[in-house]
C-alpha cells in the first residue's frame, strides 16, 4: 500500500521543516505540489516507480485559489484507492509568525503580488487554506516548538502512524501560556489545590514523587480523574469510530508544571491499556515520548 502524506498550513509555520523530516526517513518528497496534480503523480509513481511507496507532498498557499477549493474533492477520489493518506497541518499564533518573518527578512507569498501587508497576508491566508485545514487528520501549533521538536514530531507522530489506527495523545499546559490551538478536548482544572503555593513544591513537576504525593492527598484530584476517564471511557469509541486518526485532550491548569502534568501522566497510562497509540506531551516542560502499556502482573 502507497503510504502518502500531504503537509499543509501557514507559511512560516515550519512546513519545509515538516517535508525535509519526512524525506530525510525516506520518503519521496515534492515541495509545493498544485493540487490538481496530485492524482496524476500517484498514478506516475505506481506505474512507473513502484519501490516508491512513501510519498510526501506539500500543498500551501501558493496553489491557485481554484485548486485548493477542489481538494476535499480530489481527497475523495484518493480514498477509492490504496492509499494511506494523512493530512497535516501547521499553524503558528500570528504574533509568532510576525516576528520569523522578521527574523529571516523573507516575504510572504501574497505580498508579492498585492499591496497587503505582511499582517493583512497572513490573516488571509489562514481563510485562503481553510479547505485544507477542515478536512485535516492531524494540527500542530508549532508556535512553541523548536526546529528539533517538530522534526521529532514529525518523524515519530506522522511517520509512524498507522491510518488504521487512532492516536490518542494527553498534553498538559499552562493557560497563562495559552491554550494550545491543535486540542480538540480541553479540561481546566485550575479549581484543584495548586502545589506551586508549597515552596518545598514549587521546583518539582507532576511527574516528581513530593508533588505526586501531594495531589493525591486531596480526593478532588481523584474525583477530577475518575470524572475525566468516565467521559473519554464514553465519547472515545465514538471519534474511533468516526475514522479520526488523531484525537488530542490537553490538560491545562495556571502554569502546566504542577497539576495538568500530574493528570495527563495518569490518563495517558490509563489509556495506553486500551490504544495501541498513545502519547504524551507536557508543552511546558518540553518533554513529548510515547507511552509504553504496563504489564500486568499476576496477583
Known sequence: MMKLIIISGRSGSGKSIALQALEDIGY???????????????DELRHQSPERRHVAVSIDARNLPTALAHLPELIDTLSQHDIDLQIVYLTAETQTLLERYSATRRRHPLTRDSDMTLSEAI???????????????LLIDTTSLSVHELRRRITEQVAQHSGHQMTLSFESFGFKHGVPHDADMVFDVRCLPNPYWDATLRDYSGRDTP????????????????????????WLPAYLSSQRSYFTVA??????QHRSVYLVEQLAHHFAAQFRSVRIRHRELRIHQAVVPQEKHPD
Open 28 to 42: 519521496y518528497a515534492i515541495d509545493n505540489l498544485p493540487a490538481m496534480l496530485l492524482v496524476a503523480l500517484l
Open 123 to 137: 490573516e488571509h491566508e489562514e481563510q485562503f487554506l481553510g479547505p485544507i485545514r477542515n478536512i485535516a487528520d
Open 211 to 234: 508533588v505526586i504525593e501531594f495531589l493525591e492527598r486531596y480526593p478532588e484530584v481523584s474525583a477530577m480523574r475518575n470524572d475525566i476517564i468516565t467521559w473519554l471511557d464514553k
Open 251 to 256: 490538560i491545562g491548569c495556571t502554569g502546566g
